[in-house]
């Protein structure tokens, strides 16, 4: 079974230090993504060759650095909490601009789903109107850098769904 840890803490970070658990979270991303390309009728189609294995790279380095433990340092000791760690990878899956496009979407869907997958799972205001969404405004938040990490984290946090049991909310 793979090495999946979380501290004491409900909210701790997700400790992914298995090779193999890192590799299909990757291609579970780039599945993901093109998934969203093709519900979104994107003018983008999957990358192949080389620029594939860029992506998927580009993607395993940035869940590394989010999941693994790095220089002896497990992400419990780099992250507040779980809410901090998945703000982390939106943000650099957004910046490091990974895909041609579908970056913001990617990012979001993949918090949102991590953060439901570890048990905590996150509702926002989701208005067809884009002033009115939080979902939205927080991915353009996170792009433009209107607010800190830690300000979206808390977002997130605030966002969480206590106790319901109910994750179809999300």
Not at 18 to 37: N, Q
Not at 122 to 144: F, T
């Amino acid at each position: 079974m793979a090495d999946t840890k979380r501290g004491a803490h409900p909210f701790a970070p997700l400790v992914l230090d298995d090779a193999g658990l890192l590799e299909d979270m990757a291609a579970t991303v780039m599945r993901l993504h093109s998934t969203l390309m093709t519900v979104g009728r994107c003018y983008t189609t999957d990358a192949t060759g080389d620029r594939a294995a860029l992506e998927l790279g580009c993607v395993e380095s940035v869940l590394a650095g989010a999941f693994c433990t790095i220089f002896g340092q497990s992400p419990v000791d780099r992250f507040a909490d779980i809410f901090d760690q998945v703000t982390y990878v939106a943000e650099h899956m957004v910046k490091d601009h990974i895909f041609e496009d579908g970056n913001k979407r990617t990012s979001l869907v993949f918090a949102l789903s991590v953060l439901r997958f570890a048990g905590t799972p996150v509702v926002l205001s989701d208005s067809p109107e884009p002033k009115d969404n939080q979902y939205y405004a927080w991915i353009q938040d996170l792009v433009s850098s209107r607010r800190t990490n830690s300000e979206l984290a808390e977002e997130l946090r605030c966002g969480f769904v206590a106790g319901t049991g109910d994750l179809s909310l999300v």
